[in-house]
């Protein structure tokens, strides 16, 4: 069974920066095109990120050009580096896999706030 965990979110003023770890177990994320999802309260989930096994990544409008998603196949982790933060950032962080998701993880909270 797939476990995925969560990580490196927080509280950070507007305009910082985080950076998510998302650490599998069960399977290689190296094989799977992967992705980061996001769900705000009173909202849905939302696709923020993803990446595909042969390196194309593609971005939400609303993060393009601050957010960069990024694996390290040795250490099975995705990353989510997310600069320049605002606001309507803050929201509960998912990683999963693009399609034929595994069980959700519990996310790590990230909250933009002064």
């Known amino acids: 069974q797939v476990q995925l965990v969560e990580s490196g979110g927080g509280l950070v003023q507007p305009g910082g920066s985080l950076r998510l770890s998302c650490v599998a177990s069960?399977?290689?994320?190296?094989?799977?095109?992967m992705a980061w999802y996001r769900q705000a309260p009173g909202k849905e989930r939302e696709l923020v990120a993803e990446?595909?096994?042969?390196?194309?990544?593609n971005y939400a409008d609303s993060v393009k050009g601050r957010f960069t998603i990024s694996r390290d196949n040795a250490k099975n982790t995705v990353y989510l580096q997310m600069n320049s933060l605002k606001a309507e950032d803050t929201a509960v962080y998912y990683c999963?896999?693009?399609?034929?998701?595994?069980?959700w993880g519990q996310g790590t909270q990230v909250t933009v706030s002064s």
């Open positions: 999963n896999r693009r399609a034929g998701w595994f069980a």
């Open positions: 069960g399977s290689m994320l190296s094989f799977n095109n």
């Open positions: 990446l595909f096994i042969g390196g194309n990544k």
